[in-house]
């Protein structure tokens, strides 16, 4: 080949253009680019989540102390001039000793995985009657399951009080239909906690599984009929297996949250109707006991923690299937 | 191309008139929203054994016949019987007939021999004969070394095997399968029209099939019936349907044809004379029924029966002069378009016995084309 001197600058400009697509492209598709991408959400987890659960399990290893912040420093340096390194385990022995933080705790997972079966028992056939639905009907029932989010949330948790009290509005009805002489006696009770957690979490039970429900192929269930399935059976066999994941997603929105509830026993329970939160609540507020309360939320942090890996593992198991 | 060795007697059930059908489709019909009509009173009746076709465009009615036989819709009028039994009202799950589904609907939950032996679970029968069953049944598509898969990590043509297996595991009486090669490559999908011939002979299971592809309904069925807008227009083997088309809209379906309009001049003995200003002279050809002088019609010719003339036939019947418009390469075949004089686009197939280029014919040649008495058909116009 002989090179033409006309071609020169042309090839020249071809390869400027070159180099600056390699550029983008390794922005966008090259390590650069994959190491920003991946960067970003790490460095916000890093400084958002793991750095204030670090300096709480700091707060936790320390003691109480009359000063600004009210507790022990950690690291300290002595008159000479070592670093001394002060690490105190008494707060999670002494919640392991104190029954009140123990039956707090279990109570506190007992509500939260009571209100999950219920909000499951209810939310399932709620969100499989929406999923099969007419197309039209089906986001105006999803607007109304949505639509109690649009007052605040602490609002409706005291809207529940003026339903539920002595002279509420649910009593008032009761006495005048004749069905009850006497008030019930509905507010501050385990009662009204169950009812309070359910109804508030409700939402968050229906929409992973509506999300499940809309998406299934409605042939699988017409093939099941044309094997000889009966449709309850093809309900169990087929429907209820496939919206695990679902089941899965929508009971962990319930439970973690429903475990470090603080409002609604607050508000709602009575005085037998201990939860973490609360306990949480008064260490930090009522005892300005911050290494207590850092060990209760360090604590609380494994108790919710536990249960979400070991749902993440079965629902890991559900959906890549037992691959050989 | 699959051949099929059937018994003779099985296979001209139809033409027997004291054979029982098997299966009796009587003046059903299904009204979808009150007015659309999507099979429009249709009567069928299918015999044991048979590998039969629906067959027609999209959206003619023949997916929605399918589901009336499997129960999955339900008719608005008339009646359908197995062995004289009427399943009209049964629900899906009672019925002695199980369906191949066009996306396979294979449980995704499930490994392949679950799948398999889904149906069979249903019926209550022991561990051991399920698992015989399922293991012939894998055998049967050569889907053994697979049963542990799950759906989705199997191909196209290996799901289409399972969805198969499947569905013949009941044994159920009829098979109905809805576009069950739609999904694949041509390749597969021949080789697949072989395979699901051969089992159908083995498990001798009489088949329904609905496909839009005529070539398909054309090597693997022993009748078939072409369906449009919810009708059958008619019902025969694929060689009564290609080489007797009843009517222009069957013709034009299946294959390709040229269609010469014209009116009943007289006839001669077996022979009808038609007069067409499609063509320059008479057009004359066997019908077997006579019909009155002056009666509209029109003659359906297959490319493959026209000939390439040295020049006008001397009694001046069946051709006609043009142009060599455009030429078609197909291999084995050339097809040639030719613009008649009387401003007709006629199609004309040569075999390329000889291995050139091009053909004896090029561009914008004159030709002459004639045919045989025997080759035309005549279908009302």
Redesign the interface.
Known sequence: MTATPGAEPASGTSSLKRRFNRGVKSLTQGRLGRVFVIALPYAWLLLFLLLPILIVLKISFGEIALASPPYSPMLQWAADRTLSIQIHFGNYAFLWQDPLYLSAYLNSLKVAAVSTVICLLIGYPMAYGIARAPAGWRIVLLMLVILPFWTSFLIRVYAWIGLLQGNGLINHLLLSVGLIDQPLTLLHTNFAVYLGIVYSYLPFMILPLYATLVRM?L??L?????????PW?AFL??TL??SMPGIIAGSLLVFIPAIGEFVIPDLLGGPDSLMIGKVLWTEFFSNRDWPVAAAVAIAMLLLILIPLLLFQRIGERETT?N?? | MPQTRRDPAVLEAWQDPDARPFLEIRKVTKVFDGSTYAVDDVSLSIFKGEFFSLLGASGCGKSTLLRML???ERSSQGQILIEGQDITRL????RP???M?Q?Y?????MTVEQNVA??LK??RLSATVIRDRVGEMLELVHMSEYA?R?PD?LSGGQRQRVALA??LA?QPKLLLLDEPLAALDRKLRERTQFELVNIQERVGTTFIMVTHDQEEAMTMSSRLAVMDAGRILQIGTPSEIYEYPGNRFVAEFIGAVNLFEGRVAGSEGDLLIIQSDAAPGEIVLYHAHPLTIGTPVAVALRPEKLRVLNGPPADDRNWVRGQVREIGYLGDVSVYHVGSEQGMTVQVQVTNRARRTAGPLTWDDTVCLGWDTESGVVIPA
Do not use: I
């Not at chain 2, 629900?91 to 009672?94: L, Q, R």
């Open positions: 192929d042939t699988l017409e093939a099941a009929a044309d094997l000889g399935s009966r059976k066999t087929v297996p496939l299937g691959r050989q | 499997a129960g999955l629900p899906p799950y009672e007939v199980n369906m589904f996306s609907a294979l449980f995704p939950h889904f149906g249903q019926e542990r799950r990590q499947r569905s009941k």
